[in-house]
């Protein structure tokens, strides 16, 4: 469980996260069903906790609600970005860093790694748990 995971990490390097702050269940309910697909529940766990943020200070777990604060980056905007210059549909961005994307894919919630410029894979993992436990491991 990825918010299980950030919390105990955050025990040992409180420097990990850059934390947006919690959201309202309710809230974060209410504008993920403008969608026309489920989210993965670990990552909407994750914003309910922590809002999205910043870790490592170059890697973004982006905020799920509209925001006109420049401190957070929104998936309203990244998505728009990415799905206009190129990104297939059937894939959301919800983390970005330098050179790289994560996505899932919509309907199968299977995560990816892709060049943000070509939309090519890096890598992939069956849940949001794995990716984490790979990005954790990578970046420290």
Known sequence: ????TVKK??????DILFQYGAIKKREL????SKYQFKFPKELIKFWIEF???DFFEVETLLY?????????????DINNYYQNN???KSYFVFETNNALITVFNIYTHEILIMDDDDFSTR???KNITNWF??????NQ
């Open 9 to 14: 990490e955050l025990k040992h390097n409180p």
């Open 29 to 32: 309910s209410k504008e993920l």
């Open 133 to 138: 436990k790979y990005f954790l491991q990578v």
């Open 51 to 53: 809002g999205g943020g």
């Open 64 to 76: 799920p609600l509209p925001t006109t604060d420049n401190r957070k980056e929104s998936i309203i």
């Open 123 to 125: 890598k992939k993992f």
């Open 1 to 4: 469980m990825i918010t299980e």
């Open 86 to 88: 190129g990104l297939d």
